[in-house]
């Protein structure tokens, strides 16, 4: 039973995380997928991503990162370029429309991560991010 509750608690603690996070993102268009989608892509800072390693690396892997690259696409946050080495691949940028967008987000994401974990001091976000980590190897 207290294996149930250590589950249930931290999936709830998520849920509660990225309600916020979505909260914040709302009135710049983007959902929580959409900003993970940029942050990875600002984060390989001008190389190109598959569609595959951009799952990869998504904090929630889903089977759509296509339709949520092709939402991005609409608002041109980000281009696609065929793979010049291998023509049926698709490689994913982000433009200078999504780096400046994600510029803009960044102060109020810092404030918003900053709020949700105030109850916490640095040597309890440390534990808990062991802890989590821990569990993540699973």
């Known amino acids: 039973m207290l294996n149930r509750n250590v589950v249930v608690q ?11 996070i979505g909260n914040t993102l709302h009135p710049f268009g983007l959902s929580l997928q959409q900003f993970n989608v940029l942050r990875i892509l600002r984060g390989r800072n001008g190389v190109a991503a598959s569609l595959e390693s951009i799952t990869e690396d998504m904090i929630h892997r889903v089977s759509n990162t296509s339709r949520i690259v092709d939402k991005l696409l609409e608002k041109a946050f980000v281009k696609r370029a065929v793979c010049l080495e291998n023509r049926r691949k698709v490689n994913i940028f982000i433009t200078e429309k999504g780096l400046r967008l994600l510029k803009k987000i960044d102060k109020i994401i810092n404030q918003t991560e900053e709020t949700l974990t105030a109850s916490l001091s640095k040597k ?15």
Do not use: I, R, S, Y
């Not at 931290?10 to 916020?20: L, S």
């Not at 309890?124 to 699973?138: I, R, S, V, Y």
């Open 10 to 20: 931290v999936m709830k603690g998520g849920n509660v995380f990225a309600e916020h």
């Open 124 to 138: 309890e976000m440390d534990q808990l991010l062991q802890l989590l980590n821990k569990l993540k190897t699973k």
